[in-house]
């Protein structure tokens, strides 16, 4: 009777497997990053980590619920003035004015979601393009927004730059913490999201909006859903970039922003977590990577100049052969 009690709790005892201490290792070296990486490698370190959130963001829109998206930057503009605004005219507190970007990125999100309800494919392409034009000129000729110099002067909300282990922690580090910490809150939500009632809704409109709407699934509720929570990740990352960067202009937030972005998503995989956050690394990263190509391989050719023309010819060529994308759906897998 013992002998059985003890198989039962060895039993019964919780698995450490493969897959969740490599996710454990990556966090780690991930936290750890800024005290082997140089001011540059940092800064695209915080890139990386910030197209994560915002490719989890328009993964809810595009990836679980179908829906195209070509002005995604809209919203963390939204986060980034609100947050600059807040700071600097009314001396707000950061994590208030971080949770304020949040909201009001979602009700921007609410505002493009309702017009769109009954438009699909290049017709919804068009509308959000627009809506991210709208965002940026109106930031551009607003008085409150700055006009066209926008604002400046963000301060930090973090402590004084100090010394630790012989590595210089500022402002830069710590933006890269709370980016950092944002994406592993946005992968938990997007993964409870994506496991939740509304992610199936999601994903039966994905599928066909039609069948979906016919079996009892407000079609309008969902839409609105997932426009919403996808424009709040996206506010939040957005008020972290503006104290990251201590100003923000309205040509941060151009169209090549949700280029990149959508980019992120479709090279990683559609609907996947995993390949969102692969997409993300690559987009920014590589391009980085090959400036010190020349150097590497010894060419006469300052390769400098020609990077972004291989990373584009390398996209194309992993489109050709890997469509579906670098992670691509599983069904009953996240």
């Known amino acids: 009777m013992e002998n059985a009690t003890k198989q ?26 800024p005290f082997f990486a140089g001011p540059y490698w940092l800064d695209v370190g915080f890139l990386a980590v910030f197209y994560i959130v915002l490719g989890l963001g328009l993964n809810v829109v595009v990836g679980y619920a179908g829906l195209l998206d070509l002005g ?42 309702a017009p769109t309800l009954r438009l699909r494919s290049d017709y ?16 551009k000729n607003l008085e409150f927004t ?32 709370a980016i950092l910490i944002l994406a592993v809150l946005a992968i938990v939500a997007s993964k409870r999201l994506g496991q939740s009632r509304i992610g199936r809704s999601w994903a ?23 426009y919403s929570v ?30 990149m972005i959508l980019l992120a998503v479709i090279l990683g995989g559609l609907g996947r977590i995993s390949g ?24 006469n050719v300052d390769i400098d100049q020609y990077r972004f023309l291989v990373f584009g010819v390398a996209l194309v060529i992993l489109m050709i052969f890997r469509p579906q994308g670098l992670v691509p759906e599983s069904r009953g897998k996240e």
């Open 72 to 113: 995604y930057s809209a919203f963390f503009a939204v986060g980034a003035y609100t947050t600059g605004i807040f700071m600097t005219q009314f001396h707000m507190n950061f994590f208030l004015a971080l949770a304020l970007s949040g909201i009001f990125a979602a009700v921007a999100g609410l505002i493009i979601g």
């Open 124 to 139: 919804l392409a068009i509308v959000t393009l627009g809506f991210g034009e709208i965002v940026k000129i109106s930031a």
């Open 230 to 259: 996808g424009a709040f990740f996206g506010g939040l990352a957005g008020a972290v970039f503006a104290v990251k960067m201590t100003a923000i202009a309205p040509e941060s937030f151009n169209f090549m922003q949700s280029v």
């Open 146 to 177: 700055g006009g066209a110099s926008g604002i400046y002067g963000i301060l930090s909300p973090f402590p004084a730059p100090t010394t630790f282990m012989g590595v210089m922690i500022n402002n830069l580090t710590y933006c890269y913490w």
């Open 204 to 226: 039966y409109i994905r599928e066909d909006e039609d069948a979906a709407e016919a079996m009892g699934i407000n079609r309008v509720r969902s839409k609105l859903a997932a």
């Open 276 to 299: 969102v956050v692969i997409g993300a690394i690559i987009v920014i990263v590589l391009p980085e990577s090959l400036r010190d190509l020349n150097k590497l391989i010894q060419l």
């Open 8 to 33: 039962t709790v060895v039993l019964n005892r919780p698995k450490i497997n493969a897959k969740t201490s490599a996710l454990a290792a990556l966090m780690a070296l991930a936290a750890f990053f």
